[in-house]
């Protein structure tokens, strides 16, 4: 059993390696693992927007991806996959603590993300949990020990980072800045510094954005290695 995994995994490393974003089209032609797929399908997600074939192409493999595409272009699975993904070739488990961080502007966007994410990791077992204030804080802390995954405003994170004991980001795997423009319109700027500051250097980041301002071309500078651009424009 513990030889068809490592099979399996070897598989798909190498389906990464060969993906040909060209003879793409619905997911299923994607090198993604089976609770991956299993979940895309019982949400009801067949075929990939723009966004999503053009930034997994990079994101899969483990690059930086500096993505801007407008809103309802479908960036949540842009970036909600490739951690899903991430996570699962590196047999992440409930020991291995704090994988992936997605730092959305407001309590209702980061719900919506918390959302998308147990639809479509319906069929994984990391564990995710919500860090947006509003709750009590010593319920949010203990829950905050346990996760794989969070989803968490930037504010009440870095409350979290600041005063929790415990609070450990040291293995973190991916960072996603969400809405960047929008944590940045929303005066964020300094706390995302400082966000950014706590976490190992050596992870994988997807910054996305509904528009490309200088400031977000700043906040990439600051957060991103070697990105890969992936923009996508409006039709006619
Ligand atoms: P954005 O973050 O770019 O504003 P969302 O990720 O919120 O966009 O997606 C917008 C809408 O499109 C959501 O209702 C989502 O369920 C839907 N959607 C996203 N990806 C797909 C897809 N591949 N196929 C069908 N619908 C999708
Ligand atoms: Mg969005």
Redesign the pocket.
């Known amino acids: 059993r513990r030889q068809e995994e490592e099979q399996s995994l070897k598989a798909l490393e190498q389906a990464v390696d060969a993906f040909d974003p060209t003879k793409a089209e619905s997911f299923t032609d994607f090198p993604l693992s089976a609770p991956t797929q299993r979940g895309l399908k019982k949400a009801s ?5 723009d ?2 074939s053009r930034s997994l192409t990079h994101s899969l493999r483990g690059r930086d991806v500096l993505g801007a ?9 842009a970036f909600l996959l490739p951690i899903l993904e991430l996570l699962w070739r590196r047999r992440w488990g409930p020991q291995d603590g704090l994988g992936a961080l997605i730092i959305s502007p407001t309590r209702e966007l980061a719900m ?1 993300i918390f959302d ?1 994410l147990r639809a479509v990791g319906q069929y994984h077992s990391f564990s995710a949990g919500l860090v947006i204030g509003g709750k009590n804080v010593r319920d949010e802390q203990e829950r905050l020990q346990r996760m794989n995954i969070l989803v968490a405003t930037p504010g009440r994170l870095l409350q979290h980072m600041d005063q929790t004991a415990g609070f450990d980001a040291d293995h973190l795997q991916v960072l996603v800045l969400d809405e960047a423009d929008r944590i940045l319109d929303m005066g964020f700027a300094r706390t995302l510094n400082a966000i950014v500051a706590h976490l190992p250097k050596s992870r994988q980041t997807l910054l996305f954005s509904a528009t490309q301002t200088q400031s977000v071309k700043d906040l990439a500078r600051l957060s991103l290695k070697d990105p890969e651009y992936v923009s996508v424009r409006e039709e006619g």
């Open positions: 997600y067949t075929t990939p927007t966004i999503q595409a407008r809103t309802g272009s479908g960036k949540t699975l919506q998308v």
